[in-house]
């Protein structure tokens, strides 16, 4: 079923145009005599039409008008906006100026709008009237004026399909042309047209003025009346509430509601500080004084510390007289004595001041008291002038604005009533239109060659034919509509010396930055195709040798090893090349070796320094590369290194030489088919694809190699592809690719 699929478009495509070619050559001279009689044909009817003259005037618009005073808010157009010229520029092409120049100047009567009806018209006229099946205008139930508005219309309409009016680019000019038989009527038009256009703009802001004056006289009236009321209610509330300085008041309030706090903040830390103390004097006991004097608050009171120093010294004084007197020594009994006595100070002034510390606790207790009550009136208090003062703000408020508004509509009703009477012109002539000399239509010349070009037209078809007799393979729409497959990018030409080959590494050279985008692009087309296949083996093949389908194995696998770990696989058994362009040696095991089980495969890998890429070449050639390639052992070989590498790279041979291509196909993920532009013949290519799909390929899509840029510039055969592989950055896209999957 598939290779019928693939015939198709071959039984389509077989369309004998070369006989349109010979039948276009063989009455080529006919063609030839045919144009030149129209060409003189229509040189004969150009030179009897009537020639048409064109005038043309020029206006400046005035960006800003010179006025009296500056209110252009009263007009409501913003004349250094764009929007203001263009809606000049419509107004200029209005109806209602084209019926004002055609009443000034009577044009009805003129003999270019009072033609009698052409031949043509004639013609219809009659015929119209002879079949009386055709449709006709009823203007039997129109009355005079309605007739003479609809002769009006018909007139405007002729008039402005005559007038154009075109604005000089980034300038205040537009130029007002007019054509006419007459010289004279078309500098007469033109002129008129600027000038009703002057005379109508003055005449409307005149009008605006006056409106604008009446409208701001009536609503001054209800303004002041509303600034009169807003200012009377703010006196009252002023005369009502004794307010002098509403702000110095809040300020006082505030200032006392602040020293107020923090007194009683610190007022309560005393408090709090003297009950601790009491608290422990109480755990204590009053009367333990050996344990009250141990508390920090009392030991560290300086009348405390006076008399345990008296304390301290006296007991001194009493141990150095024990050791010199006996305890009945008038010494020792006055020194024991004393001691008693500084003693009992000591129990006294502590009594003492644990008996002051109770006071200062009820002293304490009484100012907080007192503190926070007075805080709750100062809030009361501070509730009140912030109240007063919302509302004297909120009348003032309104006084503020009714003035404002009240002054803003005084003003400008001063400015509208000063410069009523004055307005300057909206535009006005630079030059003004003159009877030209020369028509401007109908260009003879033009007629004459228009038409033998048109005539000559034919000759088109010869391009087509040679193009249609080139059955090669040229773009994409080759590739998508003839071959009915994907198309995953293309290679550009690279201009080398003749005979020899592309060199290996031109990828990572500088001036190969068009090349390499190419390269990338296909990569990313590949990748993006077979995302969700998981295709780690890649074949590529062609239809016969020279394709270049080695070159684009060997790239694909460079741009595929920048970000994957890349196997390479010369399996051209037939003609390899991959060994001679790396620069491998010939006697270097590989392909052949691992699946003839002569070699291990670690010893068939060669690594290449300049893009780290891993090789497995040929090896050594077989006398029976079929067998080898149909064997067991290969599909093995492919299975074992699907786990050491992400991406496989296997050259094949072309499809129309052997068919070993067909054979690794089944164990390939993905079959690229590579075909050279422009050389190998559409019937090759479908040939190939056919043998592929037949033995159930994977084909994931065709490359197009060896692009000429330069004819695809010229004819666009590429367009879409060669426009985005020359664009001048680097587009990693198989990063994004790589995320996303």
Known sequence: ????????????????????????????????????????????????????????????????????????????????????Y????????????????????????????????????AFKASLKSALPFLPKKDTSGLTPQEQAEQEMQLLVKAFTEQLSISPVRKTQLVNISFEAEDPKLAAL??????????????????????????????????????????????????????????????????????????QLVKTRNDKNKLESIMRVINEYGRNNLERLETIPEITSHKVIQDVKKEVVTSERKVSELAEVYGPKHPKMIAATSELRTVKANLSQQV??????????????????????????????????????????????????????????????????????????????????????????????????????????????????????????????????????????????????????????????????????????????????????????VVAVTSSVPGEGKTTTSTNLAFSLGQMEKVLLIDADMRKPSICKRFGIPAYHPGLSNVIAGTEKVEDCMFTDDRSGLTIMPCGQLPTNPLELLSSSRFEKLIDALKGRFDRIIIDTAPTQAVSDALVISRQADAMIYVVKADSTRMGLVQNGVGRLLAANAKLAGILLNQVDTKKAGKNGAYQGYYDYYSYGSEHETMVEVKKSA
Do not use: C
């Open 189 to 262: 038009v033109a002129n008129t047209v600027g000038e009703v256009y002057i005379e109508q703009n003055l005449t409307a802001k005149m009008g605006i003025t006056q409106k604008a004056a009446g409208w701001l006289n009536e609503r001054l009236s209800g303004l002041r009346e509303r600034l009169d009321i807003s200012e009377a209610k703010l006196q009252a509330y002023r005369e009502q509430e004794n307010l002098i300085d509403v702000a110095g008041v809040v300020g006082l309030t505030t200032q006392e509601l602040e020293q107020t706090s923090e």
């Open 86 to 121: 263009l809606t000049q520029f419509e107004i200029l092409k209005s109806k209602s100026i084209a019926q004002k120049v055609i009443e000034r100047l009577n044009l009805a009567e003129h003999p270019e709008f009072n033609k009698p009806p052409s031949a043509i018209a």
């Open 351 to 536: 009594r003492a001041l644990v008996t002051g510390i109770e006071k200062e606790v009820k002293t304490a207790q009484g100012n907080v008291a007192a503190l926070e009550k007075e805080l709750v009136r100062i809030r009361t208090e501070y509730q009140r002038v912030t109240a007063k003062e919302s509302e004297y703000r909120k009348l003032k408020r309104e006084v503020d604005t009714n003035r404002q508004i009240y002054d803003t509509f005084l003003s400008r009703s001063k400015e509208t009533e000063v410069t009523s009477d004055f307005n300057a012109a909206v535009a006005r002539f630079t030059d003004r239109a003159y009877a030209p000399i020369e028509p401007v239509k109908p260009k003879k010349g033009l007629i004459v060659a228009l038409v033998f070009i048109a005539t000559l037209g034919l000759g088109v078809v010869v391009a087509f034919v040679i193009e249609a007799l080139n059955d090669t393979v040229k773009s994409s729409a080759d590739i998508e509509n003839k071959l009915a497959q994907r198309m995953l990018g293309l290679l550009p030409k690279v201009e080398h010396k003749k005979g020899t080959n592309l060199n290996i590494h031109y990828f990572f050279e500088k001036e190969a930055r068009q090349f390499s985008e190419a390269v990338r692009t296909f990569r990313t087309s590949l990748v993006l195709s077979q995302m969700d296949k998981n295709s780690k």
């Open 1 to 84: 079923m598939e290779p019928v699929t693939t015939e198709q478009p071959q039984t389509e495509e077989v369309i004998d145009l070369r006989q349109y070619f010979n039948i276009v050559n063989k009455y080529k001279w006919r063609i030839l005599g045919l144009a030149l009689f129209a060409a003189i044909f229509s040189a004969i009817i150009a030179f009897k039409m009537t020639p048409i003259y064109s005038s043309t005037a020029t206006l400046i618009i005035e960006a800003e008008q010179a006025k009296a005073v500056n209110f252009q808010e009263v007009y409501g157009l913003d004349s250094s906006r764009q929007e203001y």
